[in-house]
């Protein structure tokens, strides 16, 4: 059977918004499904992995066609070096700025990509009168694909699937947006209906599931996963007593126990403050790095850049512990952070800061793979980064992880499989 996949990001783009389908489609052949992808043509990344283009299989048939963006509009607008990003909304905008992101906000929704659809259904509906296809899958966000594949399903006798990566209103930037009460209403209607009107709903964790389950009944948990082997014994580690986090770390995410433990121990174990070394990896926000100064750390750390996803692993495998940090915002509890599966792959002790009952949590119990603690639970942070520590020193800080290969891509597309079958 014959898929189309509807997905704005594709190689080259790079982060984590690209790897969820691009592993789909790597497997999907494997289990006798046959996927088309249709992505743009000239898209505006933020971030760029080609390294990322030689995973997409040689006998998959990419359709594109272009966009057009406000964003590229309002770039110019813009200072040329500030970067754009929902997660990175500017705390102390100029009265230019705070223009801007009221427009952004309420003048496009549901995302800026809105301007994609109707040309998107003009050039799909073409291409299925000459094409058969049996379902349609949109990605989003952004989440105005979804639309696309709502607007299809309205032509055509097709089942549709919409897929959440990310929730819509319950996104842990949503409360950042300067959104009135109308365009609030108006999201909130459109997810209702992308929902109620999909055959199939993929979400990435039980929060989300039941959050959706009112709008649909046939939702589906296909969580995010890895790639791979599992990284064994004989991985070499950092020499020093690393504590590595991967990705962006904006301000809600600035686990600020965690700057506030690490000073308290390091002046009462001298030992720990030489060993010590930080590594952030990827974008910090301004207050993230005013809290590790406000807290004595600047001499631990260590500022990394965006590198390739072949960098980040090597990264992750060699790091002593690995730091989630959850958005310490109201939807905590249901954010699952797709690099969760390749800490699980790193096979290293991951420390999470966040709800101690949340999806992410749960994750970490089941693997056996780490620690959860509370946003405010300093005690136990002290306690969880001591006691590695400890082992650390004696050269006997492992990884005692269970049942981790169920969040392989492989088996994870195994699942995706199942449900496009069912709904055929």
Do not use: C
Request: no cysteine; aromatic share 10%; net charge positive.
């Amino acid at each position: 059977m014959k898929v189309l996949i509807i997905s704005y990001y594709w190689p080259p783009a790079g982060g984590s918004g690209v790897q969820r389908w691009l592993k789909f489609v790597k497997y999907l052949h494997d289990f006798d499904v046959e996927p088309v992808v249709y992505t743009v043509d000239n898209p505006s990344y933020a971030v760029l992995d080609p390294i990322l283009q030689s995973e997409v299989p040689k006998n998959i048939e990419i359709l594109k066609r272009p966009i057009w963006e406000p964003n590229h509009l309002l770039g110019f607008l813009k200072n040329k070096q500030q970067k754009t990003s929902a997660g990175f909304l500017n705390p102390n905008p100029s009265f230019f700025e705070k223009q801007l992101q009221y427009i952004r906000a309420n003048y496009f929704i549901p995302d800026a990509r809105k301007y994609w659809v109707k040309p998107s259904v003009k050039y799909l509906s073409e291409y299925l009168k000459k094409n058969k296809v049996d379902v349609v899958i949109t990605t989003g966000p952004p989440h105005s694909l979804h639309l696309i594949g709502m607007e299809l399903k309205k032509i055509f006798p097709i089942k549709w699937i919409s897929d959440f990566r990310d929730p819509w209103t319950d996104i842990d930037y949503f409360h950042q947006l300067p959104l009135t009460e109308r365009s609030i209403q108006k999201h909130k209607e459109l997810e209702q209906k992308v929902l109620q009107q999909s055959d199939a709903v993929l979400v990435i964790g039980e929060t989300m599931k039941e959050n959706y389950k009112k709008f649909n009944k046939n939702i589906h948990i296909i969580s995010n996963g890895f790639d791979g082997e599992i990284a064994g014994s004989d991985t070499k580690l950092d020499e020093k007593f690393t504590i590595t986090h991967v990705g962006m770390m904006n301000a809600d995410r600035n686990p600020i126990v965690l700057w506030e433990a690490l000073s308290e121990l390091m002046l009462e174990n001298t030992e720990l403050s030489k060993d010590l070394e930080i590594k952030l990896i990827g974008e910090v926000a301004a207050e993230v790095k005013k809290a590790i100064t406000d807290n004595r750390l600047e001499k631990n750390i260590k500022y990394i850049q965006y590198v390739s996803h072949e960098k980040v692993m090597n990264y992750q495998r060699s790091a002593q512990v690995l730091l989630l940090a959850v958005n310490n915002v109201p939807s905590a509890k249901g954010i699952v952070t797709g690099k969760i599966f390749e800490y699980l792959q790193a096979n290293r002790p991951i420390l999470a800061i966040g709800p101690v009952d949340g999806d992410l949590a749960e994750i970490i119990k089941k693997t056996n793979s780490g620690t959860v603690v509370g946003f405010h639970d300093k005690v136990e942070t002290k306690k969880s980064i001591l006691s590695w520590y400890k082992k650390f020193k004696t050269g006997d800080l492992k990884n005692n992880t269970i049942d981790i290969d169920q969040y392989h891509r492989k088996e994870l597309t195994r699942q995706l499989s199942d449900v496009i079958k069912s709904i055929k």
